[in-house]
């Protein structure tokens, strides 16, 4: 059965600091890697789509990278802007349904 | 550009009413999702529709019915509420079941049974 986790479970930064989210998973074959950013009263909207092991992604201050098991998204120099919930989700080799995580609730502080 | 559009937005029943969410997309995708979101817990699928015609569950289907009316449209019942559906619904879209692209979803309906 395919899993996700995603720590840590809150992160409260000031602005201007750096850190990482993580999002480890298991599942049978991996086609994709999904981040997305949801908002307070939103639908979880899409940043970021991974493939393979060593693969990055970047768009503004976030970075996603892909190793077997797990991916981070490192958010650089963070902006109140960017509070929000990221949740990351997978899709595998059966391909029918994606997998999502808890989230990680950032909470960045001016 | 609309994308995919949820209503109602809010709603709150008591125990045993029955109710019926709707969902409508307008970017001509084959499979359409429904799930529902609860603190600590993420997003659990319910049923989907991978094509116009089909419905399949999910990881969470019971307590619910899904009828997808058209490609644009794929409806959440519930017909005889329980406190434990109390939570946030989303309706979501992508052009093809299989096909490696993200989904796209609506902004909820937060249903609270009493």
């Known amino acids: 059965e395919d899993q996700v986790t995603q720590s840590p479970e809150a992160l409260r930064l000031q602005e201007g600091e750096s850190s990482s989210l993580n999002c480890s998973y298991t599942v049978s074959g991996l086609r994709g890697l999904f981040w997305y950013r949801q908002d307070p009263g939103k639908g979880p909207e899409f940043l970021f789509t991974l493939y393979s092991a060593g693969e990055e992604k970047e768009k503004e201050r976030l970075k996603a990278t892909l190793t077997k098991k797990e991916s981070f998204l490192h958010i650089t120099a963070p902006k109140p802007e960017d509070s929000a919930t990221y949740l990351c989700?997978?899709?595998?080799?059966?391909?029918?349904?994606?997998?999502f995580g808890p989230g990680t609730r950032l909470s960045v502080l001016p | 550009n609309a994308g995919v559009t949820q209503t109602p937005k809010f709603q709150v029943l008591k125990t045993g009413q029955s109710m019926t969410l709707q969902c409508a997309q307008d970017m001509n995708h084959n499979s359409m999702y429904w799930y529902r979101q609860d603190p600590g817990m993420g997003l659990r699928l319910i049923y989907y529709s991978a094509s116009e015609g089909t419905t399949d569950k999910g990881e969470v289907p019971n307590g619910y019915n899904v009828s997808r009316l058209n490609k644009r449209e794929f409806s959440l019942r519930l017909e005889s509420a329980a406190p434990s559906q109390t939570s946030v619904y989303f309706c979501a879209s992508n052009p093809r079941v299989k096909e490696v692209k993200p989904q796209h979803f609506g902004d909820g309906t937060r249903l609270s049974i009493l």
């Open positions: 989700a997978v899709l595998d080799n059966y391909g029918q349904n994606f997998v």
